[in-house]
């Protein structure tokens, strides 16, 4: 009872935020929230919280696996992505690998990615938002990036998503979207796919902030306007006026 009166306190909170944040965002922001209901069925957003279980990513600079964060992230994300009426399914709800087959760690890593992509394929009408953070040998560099599939409306999402970061919890950070190179899952998806470097979790400061629950809340803020955004300009959003 306790867990479920914190965790709706949790949900008041990101939407006070939400609304406070669209206020001070501007109009494109505010978009999130002008409709009377979104339809639902317009798309599903397919939140992939990146690594998982044998495989927890990279590691921060205060010991914190990847994984941890990404799911996090991913968690806050499809809960306000729900409140704002959107369709979600997600990949992981907890630290787990989703491997199907495989003796060695190589081949449950290479099941687990298999698995990823049947789900995301077997979904109608997905938009993968793959959760992720970011790691370099120099510690100085920060900010989150987005990388976008070779599928249609991936690069407009990453745009989206990247002029959200740049205009609000990165401002100043000179990063730009890119498609994404070497990366099975987003290789062989078939829906418009982005793949979000939320942060660096080689540079302290970030690492910090990405760890906790009021940042965790901005970047899924960042990430939900930004979808607005894209369904917007993909017209695929019914409460937007034309
Ligand atoms: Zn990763």
Redo the contacts with the bound molecule.
């Keep these: 009872m306790l867990r479920r009166r914190l965790s709706l306190f949790a949900g008041y909170c990101v939407i006070i935020g939400a609304f406070v944040i669209a206020g001070l965002w501007g109009n494109r922001a505010a978009t999130v929230f002008s409709g009377n209901g979104i339809k639902k069925d317009t798309v599903c957003f397919v939140i992939d919280a990146?690594?998982g279980g044998i495989d927890g990513?990279?590691v921060s600079c205060s010991g914190v696996a990847?994984?941890t964060i990404?799911l996090q992230i991913s968690l806050r994300l499809r809960d306000l992505l729900h409140l704002l009426g959107y369709d979600t399914k997600m990949i992981r709800t907890e630290d787990v690998s989703i491997y199907t087959s495989g003796n060695t760690i190589a081949a449950k890593k290479a099941s687990d990615l298999k698995e990823r992509v049947r789900i995301i394929n077997s979904t109608d009408r997905a938009v993968l938002l793959s959760i992720?953070?970011?790691?370099f040998v120099d510690s100085f560099y920060r900010g989150g990036q987005v990388f976008y599939a070779s599928t249609e409306g991936s690069k407009l999402l990453a745009e989206a998503i990247q002029n959200q970061f740049v205009c609000t919890i990165n401002l100043g950070s000179n990063r730009k979207i890119k498609p994404v190179e070497g990366i099975y899952i987003m290789k062989h998806i078939a829906c418009p796919a982005v793949?979000i470097?939320c942060g660096f979790l080689s540079n302290p400061e970030e690492e910090f902030l990405l760890r906790s629950d009021d940042y965790q809340k901005k970047v899924c803020m960042v990430i939900s306007t930004a979808c607005s955004d894209f369904l917007e300009k993909m017209q695929l959003d019914p409460t937007v006026e034309s």
Excluded at 132 to 135: A, P
Aim: glycine share 16%; hydrophobic share 15%.
């Design positions: 990146g690594h990513g990279a990847e994984s990404n992720h953070q970011n790691h793949l470097e």
